[in-house]
């Protein structure tokens, strides 16, 4: 708890200068540094208490280790245990990341209405949140929860949700679409893209017609591929495809995969475990719909804010896809979160990067619905 506080008072001593936090890339949305960037104070209390964290997880695990059976297991026996220890440790998984920053019902306070409710994804109903802002709501925004196509959901996203409703003016919705490695490549982008259909049929009718993407990390994935399907005629085409800190490129590499590869939240060997997860044929791996940047024509897609973490190995995925887009005539802004980590819009209640940066998602998705 010493460190929640910490990092609470970090945010406040941080506040003011939140928007130093930020830049806008001058140089074409190129990173030239060779050597790691340090991340800001809110950041490194955060991986501190992580490593804390899980010291204290494994001197458990150590005092509670027993002697191994000496007696011969049959090979039967062992698969079915590892099948039983992989289950458990998604549950755990699961369990653990689907936990918000900030409690559920007080990010409630500020809009009108949360409704749970079901919606259409690509196998059957799916679960799924609709926050409605107060005011004249203006257009609709379909948010894509990151997670590595593996973890995350409804109460980690929530938070988020409830702030980009409110800034944006929008209604949103965000489904909680299949996972990996249960539900592989493309079970996640095609209940995405059924989700959107649904979102576009109910904005017709009751917010002006227009709709956006969003997402984050794995999110973004889902979110930049509704926009490429929307441009191959599969879907209405949106407003705006707001993508943080995307997974965009698959198994190409980066230099931020390397200056950011370990220690930084997010880390080289946890990207390629969740791509092992969600891709089960070796051929799914250069799929248009798992790898987005790889898109030969990007002519005619929808306009993009790319908002990316200095500290984040993904970061140089974001930073290439923007340029990509520019090239090809795509309206692109782009914005680095200076000394940012990985997954600091889930953290937004105490760190002033998630909150600035959710904040100009969400003045871009109202400009994007103002007639």
Partial sequence: MTALYLLAWCALKEHKKEKQRFMVDPSGFLHAETTPVRPALSARLLLWWIR????????????????PDPLPVPEEAVEHTQEQAQEAFLKALRQAMDTPSFPTRLS????RKVYALSVPGAAGLMPARLYIPHGRVRGAVLYLHGG????CGLNSHHGICCRLARSSGAAVLMPDYRLAPEHPYPAAADDALAAYRWLADLSRQYWGGKVAVAGDSAGGNLAAVVAQDAKAGR???PALQ?????SLYGAETFPSHDLYAEGYFLSRRSMEWYGDQ???REEDWTSPRFVPGHQPDLHGLAPAMIITAECDPMRDE???????LTAAGVPVQYLCCRGAVHGFLNFYSLMPPGKFALRRGGRALRKAFTP
Avoid at 242 to 246: N, T
Wanted: glycine share 4%.
């Fill in 278 to 280: 969600y891709i089960a």
């Fill in 148 to 151: 590595g196509f593996v973890h």
């Fill in 108 to 111: 409630s306070v500020p809009l």
């Fill in 52 to 67: 804390w964290q899980a010291q204290r997880r494994r001197k458990h695990s150590e005092a509670d280790a027993t002697t």
């Fill in 242 to 246: 707001l993508l943080y800190y995307p």
């Fill in 235 to 237: 879907c209405p085409q």
């Fill in 318 to 324: 974001g930073a290439a896809y923007a340029r990509a």
